[in-house]
Nanobody, 124 residues
Framework: QVQLVESGGGLVQAGGSLRLSCAAS????????MGWFRQAPGKEREFVAV????????YYVDSVKGRFTISRDNAKNTVYLQMNSLKPEDTAVYYC?????????????????WGQGTQVTVSS
């Protein structure tokens, strides 16, 4: 079992930055590839980024490439999402999630554990 708790969301103006954190407890997060998802009102949950167990591989949805960076500190059991050049369309609840292997399929159903989410609002 892994418990995930996100933090770092908030209200920011367009062009600004936020760093989200996802703290894991229970089984160590280094046993899992970790992903970030987001869900805007009335929309489906969308994959944002994933990082391998060691942190050596990452993958992003096209809409955030060059603006967002996923990273992890396995000693702290924490995964981060640095978000720069934020746009109003980035507004959503952001979730972190864990899956046992790093592979190219990032459908939400393949992730075993989820956090409760943190709200990110970008004003224009």
């Amino acid at each position: 079992q892994v418990q995930l708790v996100e933090s770092g969301g908030g209200l920011v103006q367009a062009g600004g930055s936020l760093r989200l954190s996802c703290a894991a407890s229970g089984r160590t997060s280094s046993s899992y590839a970790m992903g970030w998802f987001r869900q805007a009102p009335g929309k489906e949950r969308e994959f944002v980024a994933v990082i391998s167990k060691s942190g050596g591989r990452t993958y992003y949805v096209d809409s955030v490439k060059g603006r967002f960076t996923i990273s992890r500190d396995n000693a702290k059991n924490t995964v981060y999402l640095q978000m720069n050049s934020l746009k109003p369309e980035d507004t959503a609840v952001y979730y972190c999630a864990a899956k046992p292997y790093y592979y190219s399929d990032n459908r939400p159903g393949l992730y075993d554990y989820w956090g409760q989410g943190t709200q990110v609002t970008v004003s224009s």
